[in-house]
């Protein structure tokens, strides 16, 4: 019988220690530029991600401006009705007063303050929620000392765009709850004022 061939050697056993410690650093250099790379956009979401809830910090000092003015109106509201109640019951008194002269009748009593509707209707408040921004601004690190470096502080950086991502959630919950009860106390105040205004021209005899 013939003897079998000898396998061919691989490339990486022909190759010298030198050739391989120098393949193996090109395959270090590669995985570093990539860690520096991910590193740097991460920095760049980090950044857009303050910015975001910055801009949704305003949003919510807008939204809570108005929830503030819709209070005042809602006062404002509350002093016509007043007003209103009482023209109605001198209106009515008044008009009693006059038939009973003119029909020599026995004076009747006005109806009193009744006659008008009830207050304003209650403005459903927006739950107090203060917006709890969690600033998840990532600095980087003054110096990256080697690889270990570099994959903590993008360790931080992730860490920290976890934190940023929890915060957006709770405002744009905390807006979206805002706006949905300004909505309800727009409508509520938009009937109030027809009715006041009706109750108005009833008042004035039109």
């Given at each position: 019988?013939?003897?079998?061939?000898?396998p061919?050697?691989?490339?990486?056993e022909?190759m010298?220690?030198?050739?391989?410690q120098?393949?193996?650093?090109?395959?270090?250099?590669?995985?570093?530029?990539s860690?520096?790379?991910?590193?740097?956009?991460?920095?760049?979401a980090?950044?857009?991600?303050?910015a975001?809830?910055?801009e949704?910090?305003?949003?919510g000092?807008?939204?809570?401006?108005?929830?503030a003015?819709?209070?005042v109106?809602?006062?404002?509201?509350?002093?016509?009705?007043?007003?209103l109640?009482?023209?109605?019951?001198?209106?009515?008194?008044?008009?009693?007063?006059?038939?009973?002269?003119?029909?020599?009748?026995d004076?009747t009593?006005?109806?009193g303050?009744?006659?008008g509707?009830?207050?304003?209707?209650q403005?459903?408040?927006?739950?107090?929620?203060?917006?709890?921004t969690?600033?998840?601004?990532?600095a980087?690190?003054?110096?990256?000392?080697?690889?270990?470096?570099?994959?903590?502080?993008l360790?931080?950086?992730v860490?920290?765009?976890?934190?940023q991502?929890?915060?957006?959630?709770?405002e744009?919950?905390?807006?979206?709850?805002?706006?949905?009860?300004?909505?309800?106390?727009?409508?509520?105040?938009?009937?109030h004022?027809?009715r006041?205004?009706?109750?108005?021209?009833?008042a004035?005899?039109?």
């Amino acid at each position: 019988m013939s003897a079998r061939p000898a396998p061919a050697a691989t490339p990486h056993e022909t190759m010298s220690t030198a050739q391989l410690q120098h393949e193996l650093d090109e395959i270090q250099a590669r995985i570093d530029a990539s860690t520096t790379r991910m590193v740097r956009t991460a920095h760049e979401a980090s950044a857009c991600g303050a910015a975001t809830l910055c801009e949704l910090n305003q949003q919510g000092d807008v939204l809570r401006r108005v929830r503030a003015d819709q209070q005042v109106i809602e006062d404002n509201l509350a002093t016509s009705d007043r007003l209103l109640r009482g023209l109605e019951s001198w209106r009515g008194a008044a008009t009693n007063a006059f038939s009973s002269w003119w029909y020599g009748e026995d004076s009747t009593s006005s109806s009193g303050g009744g006659g008008g509707q009830d207050g304003a209707a209650q403005a459903i408040a927006a739950p107090d929620i203060r917006s709890s921004t969690t600033r998840a601004n990532v600095a980087p690190s003054s110096a990256t000392a080697g690889r270990d470096g570099s994959l903590s502080e993008l360790s931080s950086i992730v860490s920290g765009l976890c934190a940023q991502a929890n915060a957006m959630n709770a405002e744009i919950s905390t807006h979206s709850a805002t706006i949905d009860a300004a909505l309800m106390t727009a409508d509520a105040q938009s009937m109030h004022i027809q009715r006041n205004t009706q109750r108005t021209r009833v008042a004035g005899g039109r």
